[in-house]
T-cell receptor, first 113, second 112 residues
Framework: KAGVTQTPRYLIKTRGQQVTLSCSPI?????VSWYQQTPGQGLQFLFE???????NKGNFPGRFSGRQFSNSRSEMNVSTLELGDSALYLC????????????FGPGTRLTVT | GNSVTQMEGPVTLSEEAFLTINCTYT??????LFWYVQYPGEGLQLLLK?????DKGSNKGFEATYRKETTSFHLEKGSVQVSDSAVYFC???????????FGKGITLSVRP
């Protein structure tokens, strides 16, 4: 069974631009969560989607948004990029969410210059 | 709110040494507790978990016991290997949602 895939793996953007990251969960998994990992703040929860609906949201500004499609694939979008948005963005999928085991993708490394 | 505190790192050990990584938590309700490991250039992998007090999670020689009285979930391994070199994260989840609250992580380096 294929694992969680994230594209692209690396991305370089300029301040003020926007970016879209993609996550394909494990086949059959319906819940996708997104996390931001930085050296200063560590791993922080962004949001969770289940059956195309945002079910939970972390404390990030409105520039961070996401969506989920009917095939459970998810995208997250960051608008008006700031230098502080440089991070590793990880997505995780679970069968139904809740306390089911979360499987993480390799992440997308975003660098904002 | 929920929080997880891990001991400061990094930690450097010789092969076959005993490992303890401390983790304490603050949570509302009754959390489930996890240890995740991140190898260089990869995402996180679940190492072990415990869902209720006094449960012991174990995997690949690693163990951690859910101690409600001390709100702790310390990770131990009796004999580390070079291949255990990675970053280790303690995490918790409460309620019915998937949100994980992570500690800062600690880098373990094991030298031959």
């Amino acid at each position: 069974k294929a694992g969680v895939t994230q594209t692209p793996r690396y991305l370089i953007k300029t301040r003020g631009q926007q970016v879209t990251l993609s996550c394909s969960p494990i086949s059959g998994h319906r819940s996708v969560s997104w996390y931001q990992q930085t050296p200063g703040q560590g791993l922080q929860f962004l949001f969770e989607y289940f059956s195309e609906t945002q079910r939970n949201k972390g404390n990030f500004p409105g520039r961070f948004s996401g969506r989920q499609f009917s095939n459970s694939r998810s995208e997250m979008n960051v608008s008006t990029l700031e230098l502080g948005d440089s991070a590793l963005y990880l997505c995780a999928s679970t069968l139904t969410g809740g306390l089911s085991e979360q499987y993480f993708g390799p992440g997308t490394r975003l660098t904002v210059t | 709110g929920n929080s997880v505190t891990q001991m400061e790192g990094p930690v450097t050990l010789s092969e076959e040494a005993f490992l303890t990584i401390n983790c304490t938590y603050t949570a509302t309700g009754y959390p489930s507790l996890f240890w995740y490991v991140q190898y260089p250039g990869e995402g996180l992998q679940l190492l072990l978990k415990a869902t209720k007090a006094d449960d012991k999670g174990s995997n690949k020689g690693f163990e951690a016991t859910y101690r409600k009285e001390t709100t702790s979930f310390h990770l131990e391994k009796g004999s580390v290997q070079v291949s255990d070199s990675a970053v280790y994260f303690c995490a918790l989840s409460t309620g019915a949602n998937s949100k994980l609250t992570f500690g800062k992580g600690i880098t373990l380096s094991v030298r031959p």
